[in-house]
């Protein structure tokens, strides 16, 4: 419902093998034999340079890890493969 108003947008999540495969917080890859996958450090990192430049009014994304090393980051229903993010 949000992204209707122009002011919000989902980002797949950053990835250690530079695929631009679909990734999830919770689970490993789904392809046989890829043994990269969702990168925390990279996806951290983006958020807390999003929230700190940019002031998004909501941050949504599942990973309690990143929700607890980035001040603004929220847990929501439906968003442990992606970031949401509104302006």
Same mark, same amino acid.
């Given at each position: 419902?949000?992204?209707?108003?122009?002011?919000? *947008?989902?980002?797949?999540?950053?990835?250690?093998?530079?695929?631009?495969?679909?990734?999830?917080?919770? %689970?490993?890859?789904?392809?046989?034999? *890829?043994?990269?996958?969702?990168? %925390?450090?990279?996806?951290?990192?983006?958020?807390?340079?999003?929230?700190?430049?940019?002031?998004?009014?909501?941050?949504?994304?599942?990973?309690?890890?990143?929700?607890?090393? *980035?001040?603004? *980051?929220?847990? %929501?229903?439906?968003?442990?493969?992606?970031?949401?993010?509104?302006?």
């Amino acid at each position: 419902k949000t992204h209707f108003d122009g002011n919000c *947008v989902d980002i797949r999540l950053f990835r250690d093998d530079g695929s631009r495969y679909e990734a999830w917080w919770n %689970q490993s890859d789904d392809r046989p034999g *890829v043994t990269g996958g969702y990168s %925390q450090a990279l996806t951290a990192a983006f958020l807390r340079y999003a929230t700190t430049r940019h002031s998004p009014t909501t941050v949504y994304f599942n990973d309690p890890a990143v929700i607890s090393a *980035v001040e603004g *980051v929220e847990a %929501q229903p439906g968003h442990d493969d992606h970031i949401h993010l509104c302006f």
